[in-house]
């Protein structure tokens, strides 16, 4: 197996065919309504289906307290949602989605061609800190029917992540970018690794995710095993690289039923329901959205058949094979026909721990893997040995129809929500406060 180094990156600006550095004067453009996960349209259409009228607020959460933003970067940003009112989709494209994804039905596509992006739903805004009025911190906020808002998440995720990286910390360029991955995916496939490519809502432009996804498949393409790389959950890359689209479910929905039915058996109706729209077809599901643990008190032998696999998004992942091991041997469940994804700040050396770890218990695994693909880079300044450091940057959903929503994952610092509701929600769960 090939010893993984890191190479110089590389980026190409996303509308300028630049290999020398970042082009900050490249107009930024959305360039589909594809560019973006999977799970976006396949929740969006179980909202059309059941809560077409919900009205949603979505709020956007910086992690890291001591990282700044540039005034700058965020009047760029502002600027740059005027552009997404002009994209929609294409008949090539719903043909594409018609053929590929046949869990969509003709209603939702309909609806789906007839949507456009409302830049007046979101509202911005910079807050200037004390030390220097031209540094602070960002307020976005996006508010609508839960219908229209769900699209705006990723998006604006990955929009506010390229301004950031063109104006507010330009220290490196797209030297190796391609490579780079092409490396990583080959030793990810060496050492016998599932994986696909997650990185669209921290990358750093969308030039740097086209580079990543030509690089692994390259790696696929040179590669005696063919079917370790699975694909992306970035609809337009799968659709412009002929590649599996990955993607179901996500911790909104879980959060968005639960405050619209008080949280009494919030997991198993939010499965339910999607189980009703969906089948067999998109039957991965996620734990930690009020805890794993907590997920498992409703995933009863009904449900632990009908889903296929469970996804670790937070929490310690060196447990979570062994727990859901146990947790399908009470229900009388052969688990080595389930799997497990595992899609939490993975890099090679905590996939290739994880892969080792199921094949010793008998568990099929996959990896989902984002930023560590899509935003590694090197400060040119340090000579390329110094980490460009990635933002870390979520936004989630706040309230549906004035109930305040919470995620209390299996990791304390995911946490998200109103602290009283957050404290609400785990005394009715259980959940020690601490």
């Not at 039915?261 to 339910?272: I, P």
């Not at 805890?291 to 469970?310: G, H, I, M, P």
């Not at 300044?381 to 990635?390: D, H, I, M, P, V």
Request: net charge neutral; aromatic share 12%.
């Amino acid at each position: 197996m090939p010893t993984l180094r890191f190479l110089a990156p590389s980026v190409i600006i996303s509308m300028a065919n630049s290999n020398s550095g970042t082009d900050v004067q490249s107009e930024f453009k959305v360039v589909s309504i594809l560019d973006t996960d999977l799970y976006k349209f396949t929740m969006q259409q179980a909202i059309f289906e059941y809560h077409p009228t919900a009205q949603a607020v979505y709020r956007f959460t910086h992690r890291d307290k001591h990282r700044q933003f540039s005034r700058a970067c965020i009047e760029k940003f502002q600027e740059s949602l005027n552009s997404f009112a002009e994209v929609q989709l294409t008949h090539d494209e719903r043909a594409w989605l018609q053929d590929t994804c046949k869990y969509f039905k003709p209603a939702y596509l309909d609806y789906l061609q007839s949507y456009r992006f409302k830049p007046e739903q979101i509202s911005v805004n910079f807050v200037p800190s004390s030390d220097d009025p031209d540094l602070g911190s960002v307020k976005i906020e996006a508010r609508g029917t839960w219908l229209e808002t769900v699209l705006w998440e990723v998006p604006l995720m990955s929009c506010l992540c390229e301004m950031y990286f063109r104006y507010a910390e330009q220290d490196w360029d797209y030297t190796g970018q391609e490579e780079q991955a092409t490396h990583k995916a080959t030793c990810l496939l060496e050492a016998r690794c599932t994986f696909s490519e997650f990185g669209t809502r921290r990358r750093r432009s969308f030039a740097t995710q086209d580079l990543v996804v030509k690089g692994i498949v390259n790696a696929r393409d040179a590669h005696k095993w063919k079917d370790g790389f699975f694909g992306t959950s970035n609809v337009y890359f799968a659709m412009r690289y002929n590649l599996n689209v990955i993607g179901t479910i996500a911790h909104e929905w879980f959060m968005g039923i639960a405050a619209l039915c008080d949280y009494k058996d919030a997991a198993g109706t939010a499965l339910d329901l999607w189980s009703k729209l969906y089948g067999e077809n998109l039957s991965v599901t996620l734990t930690d959205t009020f805890s794993t643990e907590v997920f498992y008190r409703e995933f009863d032998n009904r449900r632990a058949n009908q889903w296929k696999a469970l996804r670790q998004d937070s929490g310690d992942p060196k447990v979570f094979a062994p727990r859901a091991k146990q947790m399908y041997e009470e229900l009388g469940i052969d688990y080595t026909q389930k799997a497990i994804i595992f899609s939490d700040g993975l890099d090679f050396r905590k996939a290739k721990e994880l892969n080792e770890q199921c094949q010793l218990l008998g568990f099929k695994c996959s990896f989902g893997i984002g930023t560590w693909l899509t935003n590694d880079f090197k400060k040119k300044s340090s000579g390329y040995t110094e980490q460009s450091k990635a933002l870390n940057i979520v936004i989630k959903l706040g309230s549906i129809d004035g109930k305040e929503c919470v995620k209390i994952s299996d990791e304390i610092t995911k946490n998200t929500g109103v602290p009283e509701v957050v404290a609400k929600v785990k005394e009715t769960y259980q959940i020690p406060l601490s």
